[in-house]
């Protein structure tokens, strides 16, 4: 399976159902997927009467030209209680077909569903994929599980190492594409969220020629006293500066924890990516949710004619509020998580320098010995390559986190009298 420039391999026979860029979807269902309400823009589409839509299972709807690994990778993720979003096609009661781009959120007793119309260009890839997928089940059997892992896999060849990651740029493509359409502003706090990416991968990058280069100076200290023992007697010069040198430097190989997460199996970076992610589509999510309940508010149905349909408006409210305290949250962790890997790479530099120290000591010596030092030579030269590999490093950690912090404060969400809103509950 592969991403191509085209969706021509996923045509249907039929025509498409129209509605317009502007419109949204919305409908919920108990825990069964059993339809509770929806608004006009749902029932009209579909071409179901209400009679027939309440009380029907969702997958009324579900078009057989979806794959049934995107469903499990649907339904593994709001087993756990979290907020999904994923392309999919559908059909109307009269054979015609429509997409969109739904994000649906577990909530107390069932489901919401918000559904946009997809117009970015991942959403021409993502057709051609499903269709690939869809081929692969039908002509090899694939189960659902089977499939949905084909999906995952196609997905990590792209850069994406979850599909959590995915659907965070898909959302925030089809916003920006939305905005476009319909003449708006992009919004600036999700631009600056999107614009966070590309520096929080160089900065994995950067972390990741650290922890290289620690790890290829820990042979030095050896090599130094192996050249000691053939230049001067047991307790010499070199031998006290190849003790002390591999003493700083298991300390500064320690100080490396703060550049990982607590239990160490992954950096601090790839930490704050995943989250990250996480806030750029529960940013997107909110602002769609903001959307259903201010401009569709009127057209919302409830599940049965006379059923007091400000419970459909809580449950949105609540959402919306969900959302904007988890996208809030995000922010505030990775600011404070950046401001923390900012401290501990001034700190590391710190100790290199006092390092860097022993090297100098080093070099002196070798110039006392003369030409006897020749043999001690190429382990000052991996030293002198080393620190000036070291500083840079650093000095690159220190500049991408800080334009890392940058960019979270312009993200961030602001109080009334523009401050900055740093707290969340």
Known sequence: MSFQNSATAFSSNREEAPFSIDELFFSRTDERGVIAAGNEVFRRISEYSWQELVGAPHKIIR?????????????ERLKKGLATGAYVKNRAKDGRYYWVYAVISPIEGGYVSVRMKPSSKVFSQAQVAYAEALKLEENEGLTPEE??????EVLRGLGFPTYAAFSSFAIAQEMAARDAALA??????????????????????????????????????????????????????ISAISQNYRLMSDEVTNHLGGFRVENGAQSMTESVLSRVHHGIFMMAAARLQREVKMVALEAFLTAAEGDDFKHE?????????????????????VFNDVTALTRSAKDLRQLVTGLDSIRVLCRVEAGRLGANSVSLMPVIDQLDKFHIEIDATLER???????????????????????LHYHYS
Do not use: C
Request: glycine share 6%; charged share 25%; aromatic share 6%.
């Open 313 to 333: 408006v809580e449950v949105l409210t609540t959402l919306l509020d969900a959302y904007s305290i988890d996208s809030g949250a995000v922010l505030v962790s």
């Open 184 to 237: 708006r502003v992009e919004d600036g706090r999700l631009r600056s969220m999107k614009e966070l990416l590309p520096r929080l991968h160089d900065l994995e990058a950067e972390q990741q020629k650290l922890f290289t280069a620690f790890a290829k100076i820990r042979g030095i200290p050896s090599n130094m006293r192996i050249v000691a023992s053939r230049l001067e007697p047991a307790g010499g010069p």
């Open 397 to 419: 950690i220190m500049h991408l986190s800080e334009r890392v912090k940058t960019l979270v404060e312009a993200a961030m969400p602001r109080t009334t009298n523009g401050s």
């Open 147 to 152: 499939s949905a892992a084909k999906i995952r």
């Open 63 to 75: 078009h057989p030209d979806m794959p049934k690994g995107v469903f499990y990778i649907l339904w």
